[in-house]
């Protein structure tokens, strides 16, 4: 968000948040994560302050468009170009915001056929760790590599894009229900899901 957009909430003002995806539930989500943000500034937000636009991914373009903020964006990618363009904005995340990190990826296959490929899921899982492991060791070849496949052209931008996204690769990676069990709460305390902990329970294998 604009620097000045959040002293446009302090003054009582409106603001407009382009998102490349638009619907209660997400928008839900957006405002709860600004309104905390806002919370902790010793600022009040009320809905009918925030308007969600639906526009598409490309959410810097649009906030020097006019565009007071950009929701479900990527610190890796938006947060990367922001710096680059010199723009006086803040970033609101779980750590800023206070929230449970529901902005991990996961890996999912169904429970059918981990039953009858267990081996080969498995495989899987080290293969994408040993990526990883690769990429950190080796990220000027990884560079160079991401550069051939897109057939683009080297920039400092890019460069600090692929630096940041490596940082998001944890070689470690792994998923359990503890671990993803305060993103349930999160959800339901904010009315997104109503989704019981022992049903949410039987999605993982651990």
């Known amino acids: ?20 995806v638009s619907n209660e539930k997400t928008n839900r989500i957006g405002l709860e994560i600004i309104q905390r943000y806002a919370a902790k500034e010793g600022i009040q937000v009320g809905r009918e302050q925030v308007t969600f636009v639906a526009k598409d991914f490309y959410l810097i373009h649009h906030m020097e468009a006019g565009f007071d903020a950009g929701w479900l ?23 800023t915001a206070g929230f449970a ?27 994408v760790k040993k990526a990883i492991h690769w990429i950190h060791e080796n990220p000027e070849e990884a560079a160079s590599i991401y550069y051939s496949y897109m057939q683009e052209a080297p920039s400092a931008l890019t460069d600090d894009i692929l630096v940041h996204t490596a940082r998001c690769f944890d070689p470690e990676f792994e998923s359990s229900y503890e671990k993803e069990l305060p993103i349930l ?22």
């Open 101 to 127: 990190n529901f902005c991990g990826l996961d890996l999912f296959t169904s429970k059918t056929f981990y039953k009858e490929q267990p081996e080969l899921v498995h495989g899987f899982v080290a293969a």
């Open 1 to 20: 968000m604009k620097s000045a957009s959040l002293d446009a909430l302090r003054m009582g003002e409106k603001i407009r948040v382009a998102t490349p």
């Open 73 to 95: 964006y990527f610190y890796n990618f938006e947060g990367v170009e922001a710096k680059h363009k010199n723009l006086d904005v803040v970033f609101m995340d779980c750590d």
């Open 185 to 206: 709460h999160f959800f339901n305390e904010i009315g997104i899901t109503n989704l019981e902990e022992s049903r949410f329970k039987t999605a993982f294998l651990a």
